[in-house]
Every structure is written in structure tokens, then in C-alpha cells.
């Protein structure tokens, strides 16, 4: 399917509408694999705060990419983090250390790691934007929180759909329908995402695109479940095109 962008700042373009997470392998090769199976653009960079460890490096996943001439997207990541200003600094480590200036802002600091604390992610978010960041930032669902994010510069909005972890499966259904109504900028739906007809459904309530990590990583046969992932994804850009027609 020949995709069109559908994210684009003064810096980056995302055609792609399905991206991964890349934090639970243990190798290069296997990081490079499932994004190919999955035709997602973003490598994603990330260092725990604490310890400042980056799990499998992103010299060597990028260095796999190149020997398979697969063309991507560096973006930072803040997963890590517990506070607006580890936020900030981690995304300014990843810059330093690789020239990143896209982030992909993450904020969940309550006892499970479940939620995005949307006031401290608008915090790390004004600072990063005045640093000269594009930043995408994950929220838990709420209009006013979106809006004010949009207004800041935020090139793209991430929402929660679920519990980040549980095994629940998505239910922000209607949270995220509200955000989708109130803001101009694209929507990506993550956290949660169990399976192909859950990845269906948050591109019927108007998603741009999604982020499936634990669905891919924890399957049986990886590769086959980020190829499904990206056929769904596929059949649902399609099923919108005939009904728009």
C-alpha cells in the first residue's frame, strides 16, 4: 500500500501509520526484524535516568539498519522517567549523544507505571518545544490537556488507550474520541493494544496511527505478529478510503 505523510514538522516525516516499541529485545538484529515485518520508520532511542543504561545500543541497532539499507527515523524516548525534569534532561542526553531532536515525551511516575501524568508531561513539553524539540507526547485522554499541548507546539498527540501493562485491552474508547474532536493535530492510540481487531477499532475513532510494544515483543512469533499488526493497519486505511469514497 503506497502510504501518504501523515505527520510532518520543520525536521521529520512519518509515513508509516503503525510504530513499535523496541525496549523488551535483546538484540539488534531483532530490533531491525520486527520493524521491517512491521514497516514502522521510528529507531527509538532511550537511557534510563538512573543508571544512564540503554539496554541494546542504539549504535548497534542502527548499525543493522544499515547493513539491510532499511531507511528510519531516530526519535528519543523518556519511558524511564519519573518526573518532568528527568523528562527534560534525558531528552537533552539523547540530542547530545545522538543529534535526536524528535522526542517521543513519556511521563508515568504513579506506583504502576500505568498513567501519563499529563501535568508534568505539559511541563517537560513547554521547555523541550523552547529547546527546539518536535515533541509527541503521551496523555491520558482528556480534551483540556490535548488542547493545551496543541496550542504549545506539539507536533503530535499520543493517547492512552488502556492501562499500561495490565493485559486489559483498550477501553478509552470514547476519551479519545473526545480529544480527537477538539484538536487539529494527528493522534496516535497506544498502551494496552492486545490484539489486530483492537488496532481496527482506534483507526474508527479517527487515530492517525498507532504504537503496539507488548502485543509484538511477548508473541509467540514476534515477526508474524508485527506483520499482522501492519496488514491491520493496512485494512483499516483501506475499509476508510472505500467508505469515504
Do not use: H
Not at 514502522?40 to 539496554?55: F, Q, W
Not at 504549545?152 to 474508547?173: Q, V
Amino acid at each position: 500500500m503506497k502510504l501518504t505523510p501523515w505527520l510532518k514538522t520543520n525536521k521529520i516525516e512519518l509515513t508509516s501509520r503503525l510504530m513499535i516499541g523496541t525496549e523488551q529485545y535483546s538484540s539488534a538484529e531483532m530490533i531491525r526484524d520486527i520493524t521491517m515485518a512491521s514497516g514502522a520508520e521510528l529507531l527509538i532511542a532511550t537511557i534510563n535516568p538512573k543508571d544512564r543504561s540503554a539496554g541494546v545500543t542504539i549504535a548497534d541497532v542502527s548499525q543493522a539498519f544499515d547493513e539491510k539499507g532499511y531507511k528510519y527515523v531516530p526519535v528519543s524516548t523518556t519511558s524511564f522517567v519519573n518526573s518532568a525534569q528527568e523528562a527534560i534532561d534525558t531528552a537533552m542526553k539523547l540530542r547530545e549523544l545522538f543529534d535526536i531532536e524528535f522526542v517521543k515525551l513519556d511521563v508515568r511516575n504513579d506506583v504502576k507505571k500505568r498513567w501519563s501524568n499529563n501535568f508534568d508531561v505539559i511541563t517537560a513539553a513547554e521547555v523541550l518545544i523552547k529547546e527546539g524539540f518536535d515533541v509527541m507526547p503521551m496523555i491520558t485522554p482528556d480534551p483540556y490537556a490535548a488542547m493545551k499541548l496543541e496550542d504549545m507546539g506539539c507536533c503530535a498527540l499520543r493517547l492512552s488507550a488502556g492501562e499500561l501493562g495490565t493485559g486489559r485491552g483498550i477501553y478509552n474508547f470514547q476519551l479519545m474520541e473526545n480529544v480527537r474532536s477538539v484538536v487539529n493535530i494527528p493522534c496516535i492510540g497506544e498502551t494496552g493494544i492486545l490484539n489486530i481487531t483492537e488496532v481496527t477499532q482506534l483507526f474508527s475513532i479517527g487515530m492517525n496511527a498507532v504504537l503496539v510494544n507488548s502485543a509484538i515483543a511477548q508473541a509467540s512469533n514476534p515477526i508474524a505478529m508485527a506483520t499482522a499488526m501492519r496488514l491491520a493497519v493496512e485494512s483499516s486505511l483501506y475499509y476508510k478510503m472505500a467508505i469515504s469514497a
